[in-house]
């Protein structure tokens, strides 16, 4: 089968790439990643390391013409989570005006224009874009579905938590599947009843298998034109409209709550440490102890803000150390560094106690070993980086069924 071309938008180091073209099915033909806050390109440096700097781009992609952008079958990328709501329409153009610097009205702006649009979408976003922003829960992916919609695509979508089906860590995220109405694939997925799409012949649920919590399948139509989806969706409502797993076509979203259907191997923490000799700098001195214990502890305190006004604070316990016969808790970009956090994972270990290296946290999100290390690129920027990668064993197994699907279709 011929590889299927595919367009990779906010890159970061590769973890998309990574995925599907070890699945031999895929091939990126170009790579976008730009990283507004730095002057040093860091993500973009590793990028180019270890997949070559042809048809890698390393600039704003909302200034990025979309005729320098090759044609191809798949669009994917992890996008950043912002307020995506619509400012306005323009009147004799084909869209809308998302707010500037929007990165989503990028991917749009990309699938309009182009004349050869990917037929295929493959994107992963924070799992809260579900139920974004706080006054009007759902909105942004009910915008998001509707802009796809008018484009010509249906949607299916998961929220997955890659420890549920074996993988060494607990981190939540939204995938979502695209396919062009001109596809073998939205035909089948139109023959399908929404319920054997979602359970059983879909993408997703063939990749990752689900049972559900409830029979009840919600439905509800989004008709509205953007604009108005964007002042009126779902205002003062309490709830999301939109469960863990859902599809969209024709105007119409089904939406349920499922639970994973998993009992394969499951890889834990202590799977994934390195063995042999640490290096000192990763163990923590016994002098700061109480200062992790500290922070790692529950809390009922008062407390004053700069303002003078005093304020009653209090949270849980987190687990200290970290247990190492469960999957890790979720990566943050904060993880690197020496300072004392109530977020960064440390371990128990004969020598004492000590933070996690590069290296494993390279594994909890299933990359290869030192796929980030580079001259000049410090440790605690490493662990940004896996902060903000996903699991590569997710999109691995979904890309592969995938392109099953799109081959036998």
């Not at 595919?6 to 990643?33: H, K």
């Not at 180019?48 to 990328?77: C, W, Y």
């Not at 802009?147 to 089906?165: F, H, K, P, Q």
């Not at 191997?265 to 016994?286: Q, S």
């Amino acid at each position: 089968m011929k590889k299927l071309k595919v367009i990779e938008l906010f890159a970061g180091v590769g973890g998309f790439r990574l995925a599907l073209e070890d699945t031999n099915a895929y091939s990126v033909v170009y790579s976008n990643q730009w990283e507004p806050s730095t002057k040093t390109q860091h993500a973009s440096l590793v990028y180019e390391a270890r997949f070559g700097k042809q048809n890698h781009s390393n600039k704003d992609i909302s200034e990025v013409v979309t005729k320098d952008i090759p044609d191809a079958d798949m669009l994917v990328g992890g996008f950043p989570c912002q307020d995506y709501s619509v400012a306005t329409t323009l009147q004799n153009s084909k869209g809308l005006i998302g707010k500037k610097g929007v990165l989503w009205w990028t991917i749009h702006r990309i699938l309009s224009e182009k004349k050869n649009a990917p037929k295929y979408l493959f994107l992963e976003n924070v799992d809260r874009l579900l139920k974004s922003p706080s006054n009007q829960r759902g909105r942004d992916f009910a915008i998001m579905l509707k802009s796809l919609d008018d484009l010509g695509y249906a949607v299916e979508w998961r929220v997955i938590n890659a420890a549920d089906y074996g993988m060494p860590q607990r981190r939540r995220r939204i995938f979502f599947l695209g396919y062009h109405k001109s596809t073998a694939l939205y035909k089948q997925f139109k023959k399908n009843t929404p319920k054997e799409w979602i359970f059983e012949s879909g993408t997703i649920t063939s990749a990752f298998p689900i049972s559900s919590t409830s029979s009840l399948i919600t439905s509800f139509t989004i008709d509205e034109d953007l604009v108005s989806l964007s002042e009126n969706f779902n205002v003062g409502a309490k709830l999301s409209p939109f469960q863990n797993t859902g599809v969209f076509i024709d105007g119409k979203v089904y939406t349920t709550k499922t639970t994973p259907n998993f009992d394969g191997k499951r890889t834990v923490l202590e799977d994934i440490l390195e063995k042999g000799n640490i290096a000192e700098e990763y163990y923590i001195k016994e002098n700061a102890y109480e200062k992790w214990e500290y922070l790692k502890g529950a809390k009922k305190e008062t407390r004053t803000a700069k303002t003078g006004y005093s304020y009653s604070y209090s949270e849980g316990r987190m687990i200290f150390p970290d247990a190492l016969d469960n999957a890790s808790r979720t990566i943050i970009t904060g993880e690197g560094g020496k300072s004392p956090s109530r977020f960064k994972h440390v371990i128990q270990t004969k020598k004492g106690l000590r933070r996690l290296t590069p290296i494993e946290l390279e594994r909890l999100n299933m990359f290869p070993d030192n796929h980030t290390f580079l001259e000049g690129i410090s440790n605690t920027k490493r662990a940004f980086f896996m902060g903000n990668a996903l699991v590569v064993g997710v999109v691995q197994k979904i890309g592969q069924i995938l392109a099953k699907k799109i081959s036998e279709s």
